[in-house]
Each structure stands twice: as C-alpha cells, then as structure tokens.
C-alpha cells in the first residue's frame, strides 16, 4: 500500500464525516455529456462523496480506492459496486465505461500509465474529468491564518504532487481532447469544529503529527477561534474547483 493509501486511509472515518460534498450541478453536466449513461466509475472514491451523486444519473456507478478503510468507512454507498485496486491497474474490460471521474486524487497517480488505463476503459467518446480545491476561502482574517498554517507551519510535510492542486491542474498533462467546465465551486456552511476536523483530514497534517508527537491543529485552536469570532455562529466556507477534463483519443 502507497503511503497516500496509509495515511488516508488511517482516518478514514474523519475523512467521512469532514470533507466537503460537492456541488450537485457538477454531477447533472458530468451525465449530460457522456455518451451514455449506462457505466460510471470513481476513481480513489474515498469515502464515495463523487460516487453517491451519479447514482442518480448512471445505470451502474462502480468506485474503487488503493484504501479498503476508505472503502468500509461509509455506511452510505448502496448501490454502489465498491472494490480495492490500484489507479494504474483496473480489472475492468475495455471500452466498458462511459464516465470516469477522479476527485481530489489525480494529483497522486497523474501518471502516463494512469492515463493509458483510462484511454483503455473509457467507450469511444467516453468522459473522463477529474477535479481538485485547494484552500478554502471564509474571510480576511480567518484565511490569513489558513494561509500561514498551510504555507509555513505544514511546509515540507505534504506529500509529493499536492502542488498540482495549488496550480489547479494546470501543471497536468493528458493525452486527451480537453474541455472547459463550467467554474463549479463548493459552498457549505460550517461550524468551528466542522473546520478543525477537516483541517485533521489533511495529509500534511498527519505527517506533522507523526513527527512532532502532537496535533498541529490543536496548537492552532486559539489563533482560529479568534479569527472565527462567535462560536455559536457557522461560516460560510467557499472552495473553488479546478479540473482536468476531456475525451480520450482511442
């Protein structure tokens, strides 16, 4: 197992319950250009928040991850056709899939053989689009604090290929005919303690924790909870996507 799969897959549960849900008009614009809508699958699903949307749209929606924690930590992907493997290597046939998507991921595996393998699955005029977020936005005072933590505090603790999130994917290159998506964006309304169990979901974070002995979030609290001002009162939390999409040439 890669170390991306250990260490999220050792707070499965906290990735559940904390990480954002993404917007529903991403999902409806995903089925309206497939080719069909007959077989979805999602890519390093996680705990199935990319998964559970396009039941709503697809005949059969499969989700795998290099995590079986990740897989077992949701208790809500009936319906959904769950198995472990690697991006890279799909037991799937070819020419089987109208959609792929891979969300908040491609940045671990953005290989050329990662990209083969989706060529090889995906029908003639298939879909593949994957998309990322990177720091939230709240207000001023609390992203300043966000920022620092994120920049310095967790410099040199996140694993290699998050600077493809930071640059939005630009930095990727697939061998596809690309296309622009529409500028989706999660927006949700939080708690202080729903920010502080996400920003414990971060890898960087948990490496930090590792070496350090001690939660860095914890360390950060007070800073954050002056910045958050009114504890009873939730923010709205704003994350832009960025996404790397198109249909494969076969």
């Known amino acids: 197992m890669s170390e991306i799969a250990r260490l999220f897959g050792a707070r499965a549960g906290?990735?559940?319950s904390f990480r954002p849900a993404y917007p529903a008009e991403l999902f409806a614009w995903l089925a309206e250009h497939s080719p069909a809508r007959q077989r979805a699958l999602d890519i390093a699903c996680g705990n199935g928040q990319a998964s559970r949307p396009l039941l709503a749209y697809f005949e059969q929606v499969l989700a795998c991850d290099a995590s079986v924690e990740q897989l077992t930590a949701s208790q809500e992907l009936q319906g959904?056709?769950?198995f472990a493997a690697d991006a890279e290597a799909l037991p799937l046939a070819a020419s089987s899939l109208d959609l792929i998507v891979v969300a908040q991921a491609l940045h671990w595996f953005a290989t050329p053989a990662f990209f083969a393998e989706v060529r090889r699955l995906l029908k003639p005029g298939g879909l593949?689009?994957?998309?990322?977020?990177?720091?939230?936005?709240?207000?001023p005072a609390l992203d300043a604090v966000i920022d620092e933590f994120y920049s310095n505090t967790l410099n040199g603790y996140w694993?290699?290929?998050?600077?493809?999130?930071d640059a939005g994917y630009r930095d990727?290159?697939?061998?596809?005919?690309l296309i622009q998506l529409p500028p989706f964006a999660i927006g949700v309304e939080w708690s202080f303690e729903h920010l502080l169990g996400y920003l414990r979901t971060w890898s960087a974070v948990q490496r930090w924790e590792r070496q350090?002995?001690?939660?860095?979030?914890?360390?950060?609290?007070?800073?954050?909870?002056?910045?958050?001002?009114?504890?009873?009162?939730?923010?709205?939390?704003r994350w832009p996507l960025h996404f790397l999409a198109g249909f494969p040439t076969h």
């Open 14 to 16: 906290a990735y559940a």
């Open 80 to 82: 959904i056709e769950l």
């Open 128 to 139: 593949f689009c994957a998309w990322c977020y990177s720091l939230m936005r709240i207000d």
């Open 159 to 165: 694993p290699q290929g998050r600077a493809s999130v």
């Open 172 to 177: 990727l290159q697939a061998p596809f005919s």
């Open 212 to 237: 350090h002995g001690h939660d860095p979030v914890t360390e950060l609290t007070p800073t954050l909870r002056h910045a958050w001002g009114d504890l009873n009162q939730p923010r709205f939390v």
